[in-house]
Every structure is written in C-alpha cells, then in structure tokens.
C-alpha cells in the first residue's frame, strides 16, 4: 500500500476534501490512473469535485515530488504514487495496463562511460513492454 497520504500530511500540505480524496484514489499499489480515472473514482467519493481541482491537485502532487507523470507511447498520462521507490514500468502494448517492476541490479551502472558522452546522469527511466496475461488470453 503507498503512503502518499501520510507523505502529503508530513510536509503540512493543507489536506481539504478535494485534496485528500485525490490522494486516496491514488493510494496504493500498481496505481497508475489517467486524471480522467482519477476524476472519475474521485466523484463517487466527493460528488461535486471539479475537473479543474482534480488536474491542479495532481500537478501540485507533481511538483511536490510526491507523484510521477507516466507517459507511455503517446497514451494519456498516468499518475503514480510510488515515486519514493526507485522503480521501472511494464507496459501492456494493446491495454496499456502498467505495473511497477523493481529489476535486480542499477541500470544507472549498465550503461558504460564510453556511452555517457560526458553527461552527468542523474536520473534512468526504463520501460519493460509486452503483453499482459488478460490481452494474451484474447488472442
């Protein structure tokens, strides 16, 4: 279960209804919601929360650090709660279903000096992508 709850609460970010509803959909495990989605499971909850406070709560998530923007070929953005675990995705190529995987070893340290061309890196995104087992089931 992802803590963003308790994370949003720890750095006294004002918790209003609208606010703590949206962490609450986002709350757990292999979350990765469009802010559609997200708007969508946050009505139920809270029937007169906005669009608009839906986006600009998930963009302050954003720039606190405390939610990633997920972008997968050219798909809607997906929000992901789990950005204090260092983490890569798996991505379904027809539902584009994503699961976050924690592969052995640090893809930082694979990739060689002769292939860095100087830079400072500071950060590695890799994306795993194939078929997930309800798509494979329909084929």
Not at 79 to 107: E, F, M, S, T
Request: hydrophobic content about 35%.
């Amino acid at each position: 279960m992802s803590d963003l709850l308790e994370r949003l609460r720890g750095r006294g970010w004002r918790m209003t209804a609208q606010r703590r509803v949206v962490a609450e959909v986002l709350d757990g495990d292999h979350v990765h919601l469009t802010a559609d989605e997200v708007h969508a499971r946050a009505v139920t909850r809270l029937p007169e929360i906005s669009r608009a406070t839906v986006y600009n709560t998930l963009g302050e998530m954003v720039t606190l650090g405390e939610v990633m923007e997920v972008a997968t070929d050219g798909r809607a953005k997906r929000y992901d709660p789990n950005a204090h675990r260092p983490h890569q995705h798996l991505v379904c190529g027809r539902c584009g279903a994503i699961r976050d995987v924690h592969p052995a070893g640090d893809p930082l340290a694979d990739l060689p000096a002769s292939e860095r061309f100087g830079f400072t890196i500071s950060d590695v995104e890799v994306t795993y992508r194939g078929i997930c087992p309800g798509c494979a089931s329909t084929a």
